[in-house]
């Protein structure tokens, strides 16, 4: 996401809209997990939102998730799972991947980055949202002037996030940590002189 910022922050004659951070990744892998979870096709999911950074820190939510059109949340019917287990396992995913198959998973975000970019231009489909990671404008209370994760949907090349979304004490906290640590990177790479 910092990433992003710093290439923005490079080329004020390009729009800032333009410039996005890949999310994609991480939320094909929270749709993948929780279609694992309820012994679902991936395509019966939609309305994973993965908030904040592409670090251990992101937030996989599935509060406002549907599983083949119901809430996801009742159909996990299991916190525990969620918080100790998809949260950290979609996280980590990477990591366990490349110890797995002793390699990366260079495909599956070659992957992703077809699906953002497709979603992006083409747009998403109807009564469904992605994650991207785009400059915040304060939704979310997501502080301005960072690059951050939100649920957005895409029409004609361009984004907009999904607003009115009911945000829980559990959900605040996460989205806030994420938001502490862009903020701590923003300011790392201003200290560089890069943004």
């Given at each position: 996401n910092?990433?992003?910022l710093i290439a923005a922050s490079a080329a004020p004659d390009v729009p800032k809209e333009r410039f996005t951070a890949m999310m994609r990744l991480d939320h094909n892998r929270?749709?993948?997990q929780l279609a694992n979870k309820l012994g679902r096709?991936?395509?019966?999911?939609?309305?994973?939102?993965?908030?904040?950074n592409h670090s251990a820190t992101q937030y996989p939510d599935i509060s406002?998730?549907?599983v083949d059109g119901a809430p996801a949340p009742a159909q996990v019917d299991d916190e525990v799972w969620v918080r100790e287990e998809f949260i950290p396992r979609v996280a980590k995913r990477g990591a366990e991947v490349i110890d797995a198959r002793g390699s990366s998973s260079a495909a599956s975000a070659a992957n992703a980055a077809i699906d953002h970019v497709r979603d992006w231009v083409l747009g998403t489909p109807?009564?469904?949202w992605v994650s991207m990671g785009i400059p915040s404008d304060g939704s979310y209370d997501v502080p301005e002037g960072i690059i951050a994760g939100f649920p957005v949907t895409c029409a004609n090349g361009e984004y907009s996030i999904v607003q009115g979304l009911e945000i829980d004490e559990f959900s605040r906290g996460k989205i806030d940590a994420n938001a502490a640590e862009l903020q701590d990177e923003r300011s790392a790479v201003a200290d560089l002189g890069l943004v």
């Open positions: 910092t990433n992003a929270a749709i993948a096709p991936v395509s019966d999911i939609k309305r994973m939102t993965v908030w904040g406002h998730a549907l109807d009564e469904d």
